[in-house]
């Protein structure tokens, strides 16, 4: 388990973020009804990673013979949430296996984003499409914004059992948009329930 642990950390550094969304975008688009925002998709080729990499098992269990993966993103021009980390309340924005980036902008731009890097990605075949991520990223940004109402009382809450009632009043607010939550495909909420730190 450790060395598949240090393992997927080397590619990840590998090849997460080599490349900037607003410069290597391959689509971007403006979501209706969020004048301050807009959207990027991203293509990550996987490069040749050294020999150890490449015959692992346990690497090839985990990527297959991928070519690379996608990264969809939403930057705001300025940031709504608090939070600049993918923790918090940005935890339960409802996003193929949850944030994973956030990064604030010299021109004080947030950018959000999520990836198609997980274990198993390369099986589904939603994760090629580029309709898919589309409406992937639009939910996202949705969601942020909604969150945004919700962020101080998240924060106020003392107990486990407020800041449950607050994620589940923010999840609500989402449904009225068509946008559910998912546990399961949540890895940072996934694993906050699973160590009881909402």
């Not at 015959?55 to 969809?72: E, I, Q, V, W």
Request: hydrophobic fraction near 40%.
């Amino acid at each position: 388990m450790e060395r598949c642990l240090a393992l997927t950390q080397s590619c990840y550094n590998y090849t997460i973020m080599t490349l900037t969304p607003h410069i290597d975008a391959l689509k971007t688009w403006t979501i209706e009804g969020i004048d301050d925002a807009i959207c990027y998709l991203v293509f990550n080729p996987m490069p040749e990673l050294p020999e150890p990499f490449m015959s692992d098992p346990a690497f090839k269990r985990l990527f297959g013979n991928r070519k690379g993966h996608y990264c969809g993103y939403v930057k705001f021009a300025a940031p709504i949430l608090k939070s600049t980390d993918a923790k918090g309340l940005l935890a339960y924005i409802p996003v193929h296996k949850g944030i994973t980036f956030v990064e604030v902008e010299e021109d004080g731009g947030i950018v959000y984003g999520f990836d198609g890097l997980h274990a198993h990605d390369g099986e589904n075949p939603d994760l090629s499409s580029e309709e898919w991520w589309e409406t992937e990223c639009i939910k996202m940004a949705k969601s942020i914004k909604v969150a945004a109402g919700f962020e101080q009382a998240y924060e106020d809450a003392v107990t486990m059992e407020e800041r449950a009632a607050v994620i589940a009043l923010f999840h609500a607010s989402m449904r009225e948009y068509g946008i559910v939550f998912d546990l399961p495909g949540n890895f940072q909420a996934t694993i906050n329930v699973l160590f009881g730190e909402l």
